[in-house]
């Protein structure tokens, strides 16, 4: 099934990840450790910091509207609504309307990864055992500890479901931010008449294995935020 | 092979319009005019994004449902399916289109592969937790009446999941109109091959509308998966009674 010379690209991927090559347009040297490195860099830290910001924004509202049990209908809609955008739309309009740049990337970014978050986040907390809420307001807590102490860490798996949702979205979309003028892993995707079919590989491959390592990091995260108890109840 | 810049080329006929020229002159973020005059544009880019959409959910389904039933009879199956599906769902689509570029080429197959390998997960969750969440009681009553194994999985633990199953198709589905907008960079068509072309001017109106097609598709598919859904479930409609 597979083509004679597939393995070869595979093997042009590798050279030039770690020695370079000359540009499919001639003259300059592209590629190399340090180059991808950059871009590697690049996708990780507007990922990252467009992950934050749909967290910081998505979480605490979760919370509230969760723990008071209104607003179903925007939480729930809003998880709907935010899977029918189209990614490339987004950054494209971005990119023509709003314009180019990392803030801008950020935002756009971060309105991808607000909607899974905030969704699970209502669900999570409404999932939690009304007794042990009440328990806790038994016991003399507040509004705010009965969130953070009681509701909050019942509710991390299907919370931590929502942030990693919203990971792989914000990574892949990473990928196409060349488009909105931030050079990520992606540049080496989509600018194929710079860095030829083994540039495109590498970056294929280096962005694939890029959202798996987030993937697992998460996944880590998860666990370590998970409480003993609960740990407990699934083995 | 075709880059899909190539195919992003705009001819002069891009900015036809009959009508009124000072709307794309004062370019605003929206210019019906042009959308009235151009709107031919669009028709094959969607045609290809319906196709796109409903072959990669439909063998999606058919593979994931099939995987499903396989790991609800040998239970030991669902943890490396689900970690199996899990990688295809997390490795980003366009970077999964050019790893398949020495096998496949660039071409409409590669898109639906890439768009089939994403579906899988969201899909096989859902027929997986449907079928676990098919109370004992009700298995232990049709053994009790005598069904075997497989008039069981079909008349009683299908229809009871029925509701996770179609929720589980209906954002796949979703997720997959948008993301089936990435598949021109894979050459295969879709409508955006038209937000590729609006990128590259400085005129908002394209993006907008094919975005705006998508965006519609994506409610459409939804609300029509609902109601199969609905007419599938007509016990739980009683029940709401």
Same mark, same amino acid.
């Given at each position: 099934?597979?083509?004679v010379?597939?393995?070869?690209?595979?093997g042009?991927a590798?050279?030039?990840?770690?020695s370079?090559?000359?540009?499919?347009?001639?003259?300059?040297q592209?590629?190399g450790?340090?180059?991808?490195?950059?871009?590697?860099?690049?996708?990780?830290?507007?990922?990252?910091?467009?992950?934050?910001?749909?967290?910081?924004?998505?979480?605490?509202?979760?919370?509230?509207?969760?723990?008071?049990?209104?607003?179903?209908f925007?939480a729930?809609?809003?998880?709907?609504a935010?899977?029918?955008?189209?990614?490339?739309?987004?950054?494209?309009?971005?990119?023509?309307?709003?314009g180019?740049?990392?803030?801008?990337?950020?935002v756009a970014?971060?309105?991808?990864?607000?909607?899974?978050?905030?969704?699970?986040?209502?669900?999570?907390?409404r999932?939690?055992?009304?007794s042990?809420?009440?328990a806790?307001?038994?016991?003399?807590m507040?509004?705010r500890?009965i969130?953070?102490?009681?509701?909050?860490?019942?509710?991390?798996?299907?919370?931590?479901?929502?942030?990693r949702?919203?990971s792989?979205?914000?990574?892949?979309?990473?990928?196409?931010?060349? +488009?909105?003028?931030?050079?990520?892993?992606?540049?080496?995707?989509?600018s194929?008449?710079?860095?030829?079919d083994?540039?495109?590989?590498?970056?294929?491959?280096?962005?694939?294995?890029?959202?798996?390592?987030?993937e +697992?990091?998460?996944?880590?995260?998860?666990?370590?935020l998970?409480?003993?108890?609960?740990?407990?109840?699934?083995? | 092979?075709?880059?899909?810049?190539?195919?992003?080329?705009?001819?002069?006929?891009?900015?036809?319009?009959r %009508?009124?020229?000072g709307?794309?002159?004062?370019n605003?973020l929206?210019c019906?005019?042009?959308?009235?005059?151009?709107?031919?544009?669009?028709?094959d880019?969607?045609?290809?994004?319906?196709?796109?959409v409903?072959?990669?959910?439909?063998?999606?389904?058919?593979?994931?449902?099939s995987?499903?039933?396989?790991?609800?009879?040998?239970k030991?199956?669902?943890s490396?399916?689900?970690?199996?599906?899990?990688?295809?769902?997390?490795?980003? %689509?366009?970077s999964?289109?050019?790893?398949?570029l020495p096998?496949?080429? !660039?071409?409409?197959?590669t898109?639906?592969?890439?768009?089939?390998?994403?579906?899988?997960?969201?899909?096989?969750?859902?027929?997986?937790?449907?079928?676990?969440?098919v109370?004992?009681?009700?298995?232990?009553?049709?053994?009790g009446?005598?069904?075997?194994p497989?008039?069981?999985?079909?008349?009683?633990?299908?229809?009871?999941?029925?509701?996770?199953?179609?929720?589980?198709? !209906?954002?796949?589905?979703? %997720?997959?109109?948008?993301?089936?907008?990435l598949?021109?960079?894979?050459?295969g068509?879709?409508?955006?091959?038209?937000?590729?072309?609006?990128?590259?001017?400085?005129?908002?109106t394209?993006?907008i509308?094919?975005? %705006?097609?998508?965006?519609?598709?994506a409610?459409?598919?939804?609300?029509?998966i609902?109601?199969?859904g609905?007419?599938?479930?007509?016990w739980? !409609?009683?029940?709401?009674?």
């Amino acid at each position: 099934m597979i083509p004679v010379g597939a393995l070869g690209l595979f093997g042009d991927a590798f050279d030039f990840v770690f020695s370079g090559q000359e540009a499919a347009t001639g003259g300059v040297q592209v590629g190399g450790p340090e180059a991808v490195f950059d871009l590697a860099v690049k996708q990780v830290e507007v990922t990252l910091l467009a992950l934050g910001v749909a967290i910081l924004l998505a979480l605490p509202v979760g919370l509230i509207l969760g723990h008071r049990g209104s607003g179903e209908f925007v939480a729930v809609t809003a998880g709907n609504a935010g899977r029918a955008i189209p990614e490339l739309a987004l950054i494209a309009l971005m990119a023509t309307a709003v314009g180019v740049g990392l803030f801008n990337l950020v935002v756009a970014l971060a309105i991808l990864g607000i909607p899974p978050i905030l969704t699970n986040t209502f669900v999570g907390i409404r999932q939690v055992d009304r007794s042990s809420v009440e328990a806790a307001k038994g016991m003399g807590m507040s509004d705010r500890e009965i969130i953070t102490k009681v509701e909050l860490p019942l509710a991390i798996p299907t919370i931590m479901g929502g942030v990693r949702t919203a990971s792989i979205n914000i990574i892949a979309t990473a990928t196409i931010a060349p +488009l909105a003028g931030v050079l990520t892993l992606g540049d080496l995707i989509i600018s194929r008449n710079v860095y030829g079919d083994a540039g495109v590989l590498a970056g294929a491959v280096l962005v694939a294995l890029l959202a798996l390592s987030l993937e +697992l990091a998460l996944s880590g995260v998860q666990w370590a935020l998970t409480s003993k108890g609960l740990k407990l109840q699934r083995a | 092979m075709i880059d899909f810049v190539q195919i992003a080329a705009v001819d002069d006929s891009f900015f036809k319009d009959r %009508s009124d020229g000072g709307c794309i002159q004062d370019n605003n973020l929206f210019c019906p005019s042009w959308v009235v005059d151009n709107y031919d544009r669009y028709v094959d880019p969607t045609l290809q994004h319906l196709v796109l959409v409903l072959v990669a959910v439909g063998v999606g389904f058919l593979i994931a449902f099939s995987l499903a039933i396989l790991a609800h009879r040998r239970k030991w199956l669902a943890s490396p399916f689900l970690a199996a599906t899990g990688v295809l769902y997390t490795i980003p %689509s366009i970077s999964f289109f050019f790893l398949l570029l020495p096998i496949t080429g !660039r071409g409409t197959t590669t898109a639906i592969i890439a768009l089939t390998a994403f579906t899988l997960q969201i899909i096989f969750r859902n027929v997986i937790t449907g079928l676990r969440n098919v109370p004992n009681e009700v298995t232990e009553a049709a053994r009790g009446v005598g069904l075997t194994p497989k008039q069981m999985l079909w008349r009683v633990e299908i229809p009871l999941a029925m509701p996770e199953i179609i929720a589980g198709l !209906r954002i796949a589905t979703v %997720s997959t109109v948008a993301l089936a907008t990435l598949a021109v960079f894979a050459n295969g068509g879709g409508l955006g091959g038209e937000i590729i072309v609006g990128s590259n001017l400085t005129f908002k109106t394209g993006i907008i509308v094919a975005g %705006s097609i998508a965006v519609i598709m994506a409610i459409v598919f939804d609300a029509l998966i609902l109601l199969v859904g609905r007419l599938m479930t007509p016990w739980t !409609r009683a029940a709401a009674l």
